[in-house]
């Protein structure tokens, strides 16, 4: 039998949104990902986020703290401004 490799995927700040998993955070928690993308930057591929990342111990799963950014990377002034410029 002949299993095909997963084609490797890269995500990027403007593939917040696509990624489904992200979906279980709050919305609060989503938009400063977003705020804080817009400053630092982000880069995970798929195999990460479909393996190596355990969806129900978020966000306190090692793995998603080392790859996803955090409202908290940023003071907390600054994200508000970055979030309301992409309103």
């Known amino acids: 039998m002949?299993?095909?490799p997963k084609k490797l995927r890269y995500y990027g700040a403007k593939d917040i949104d696509l990624l489904p998993q992200l979906k279980?955070?709050?919305e609060g928690v989503h938009k400063g990902m977003k705020g804080v993308a817009k400053v630092l930057p982000f880069r995970v591929n798929?195999?990460?986020?479909?393996?190596l990342i355990d969806w129900?111990?978020?966000p306190d799963d090692p793995i998603f703290r080392l790859t996803?950014?955090?409202p908290k990377m940023l003071p907390a002034e600054d994200i508000h401004r970055?979030?309301?410029l992409e309103e």
């Open 2 to 4: 002949n299993i095909e």
């Open 24 to 26: 279980k955070l709050s």
């Open 46 to 51: 798929n195999y990460v986020v479909e393996e």
């Open 56 to 58: 129900d111990a978020i």
């Open 68 to 70: 996803f950014l955090h």
């Open 82 to 84: 970055m979030v309301q």
